[in-house]
Each structure stands twice: as C-alpha cells, then as structure tokens.
C-alpha cells in the first residue's frame, strides 16, 4: 500500500509497537529462562557437570540478550529517523520515541556443586523443567513476529529498508529458535549422563557393600 500523507502519531504508535515486543521478548529469553529454565533446576540438578552446562549456557543466553537489543535499536534507530526526514519534507513535526536495551543477565549462581552434600540429579523432574524450553521458545518468537508487523505497517519505510528491518529481527528469531534447541538437546544430553554416572557409582557401592 502507498503512503500519500505522513502520520507522525501513527509512526509513534508503531516504534511503541516494537518496543512492547522487544519487552515480551526479554521477558522470554532473560525472564523465563532464568525462573522457569534456571531455578526450575537448581533444586533438581546438582555437581560439576551441572555448573559447566549452566556456565556455557548462560554465555549463550547473555550474547543472544545482547544481539537482540542491538538488533531492536538499530530497527528503532532506523524507523525514527525515517519518520524525522518524513516530518522535515512535509514541514511537520515529529518527537524520537526513545529505546533503552535491556543490560540484564543471566544468572547461575542458584545451580550449586551439591544440594546439602548431595550430587546428581532427579532425572525425571529435571526433563520436564528443560522440556518448557520450547515454549519459552515460542514467546520469544511471537515477540519477534510482533516486532516485524509492526515495522511492516509503519508504511513510511521507504524502498527496501522495511525488508531490511524484518530481515535482521528474523535473523534474531532464527538464531533464538536455533540456541534453544540446541539448549535443549545439550541438557538432555547432560541429564542422562549425570543420572547414569551417579547411577553406576552407587550400584558399584552397594555391590560393595554386598560383597558383590
């Protein structure tokens, strides 16, 4: 659709848009991974390998916190100042709606060596904590999809630029879906083999004791 007119509450309306969805998306990757997906585990998974997985993981998840509100800032970067060239060759006016990135991060300071000097891990409760992956997944793509709306309806974007914008949040979203999954193949990965190292061990022990 053509733009014959410039709107600039219109324009306000959509970057508010973007910036709700950025909120949602933060609230999915920062907010429910670290109370559904960290403290889900902290009572259910504990020793060494526990605390590597956790290490890496909050690596991934800090960098993708990063990217994404790179990402947002540089849509609502591009998007303001569309709207101001807009404003200046139709002697109109127009107010920057302001973006702050999110600094927050992950934090693993709950997932511990041992619980009460205990070591391993509740296999069967600790897979349905990381099987709420997906659906954190899904939020953050939601929070995306809105974003992209919302640059595709604030039609003053003029040539490919709005394609551009949609193009690096589909990237974001692509990245997101790739992290989690891969999250969850690894957690699965390291639940097994924790059950199965603490497993063996206090078979071997009881054998011990059986003087098996």
């Not at 504990?46 to 956790?54: E, H, I, L, N």
């Not at 991934?60 to 800032?73: A, C, H, N, W, Y």
């Not at 101001?84 to 107010?95: H, P, R, V």
């Not at 600094?103 to 296999?123: A, C, F, H, L, P």
Request: glycine share 6%; hydrophobic share 35%.
């Amino acid at each position: 659709m053509g733009l014959t007119g410039f709107n600039p509450n219109e324009v306000q309306s959509s970057i508010k848009s973007v910036i709700s969805a950025y909120n949602q998306l933060i609230a999915a990757v920062h907010d429910d991974m670290q109370n559904q997906f960290v403290k889900g585990m902290s009572d259910k998974w504990a020793c060494k390998q526990a605390q590597d997985f956790f290490t890496e993981f909050k690596k991934v998840v800090d960098e993708l916190i990063k990217k994404s509100g790179t990402t947002f800032k540089s849509v609502v970067d591009a998007m303001n100042s569309a709207a101001k060239a807009w404003a200046d060759n139709t002697k109109s006016g127009y107010t920057k709606t302001s973006f702050t990135e999110k600094t927050t991060k992950i934090d693993i300071s709950s997932i511990k060596e041992n619980i009460n000097g205990v070591r391993g891990v509740d296999k069967e409760q600790a897979n349905g904590v990381a099987a709420k992956l997906p659906t954190i997944a899904q939020s953050a793509a939601s929070a995306l999809d809105s974003a992209k709306r919302a640059v595709g309806t604030c039609g003053f974007v003029g040539g490919n630029q709005a394609s551009s914008l949609q193009n690096s949040l589909e990237t974001i979203k692509t990245n997101i879906n790739k992290a989690v999954t891969e999250i969850a193949t690894a957690a699965e990965k390291a639940i097994k083999q924790t059950s199965q190292n603490y497993t063996t061990t206090a078979n071997q022990i009881s054998n011990a004791f059986k003087g098996e």
